[in-house]
């Protein structure tokens, strides 16, 4: 069982930063596959980002590569997803996700179904 608690959501200007965080209970955490998904208003979850267990292999939606970065703290048992040069269509709900993976097997998990667990969210303003 994971129980995953995200933060450092806000209001932010376009073109401005913010840096997600996301603490995850138990002992295992350097065993999951991580991941940050968004919704915004009457729209789908979408993928973000997602990390290897190990945290040397990312991959990223084409909506974020090239601003976002994702890293992680197994030793914290934290996610973090900076976010820069935000833009209006950024602003959403994230939700971390972990899905129990072990050793990367060269498999990036992308959909929201691929995932265990999830957290409350955090909610993303970025003013235009």
């Known amino acids: 069982q994971v129980q995953l608690v995200e933060s450092g959501g806000g209001l932010v200007q376009a073109g401005g930063s913010l840096s997600l965080s996301c603490a995850a209970s138990?002992?295992?955490?350097?065993?999951?596959?991580m991941g940050w998904f968004r919704q915004a208003p009457g729209r789908e979850r979408e993928f973000v980002a997602t990390i290897s267990s190990d945290g040397r292999n990312t991959y990223y939606a084409d909506s974020a590569r090239d601003r976002f970065t994702l890293s992680r703290d197994n030793a914290k048992n934290a996610l973090y997803l900076q976010m820069n040069s935000l833009k209006p269509e950024d602003a959403a709900d994230y939700y971390c996700?972990?899905?129990?993976?072990?050793?990367?097997?060269?498999?990036?998990?992308?959909?929201?179904?691929?995932?265990?667990?999830w957290g409350q969210g955090t909610q993303v303003t970025v003013s235009s």
């Open positions: 996700a972990a899905k129990f993976s072990g050793r990367f097997s060269g498999v990036y998990y992308l959909a929201a179904n691929d995932y265990d667990y």
């Open positions: 138990g002992r295992t955490f350097s065993k999951y596959a």
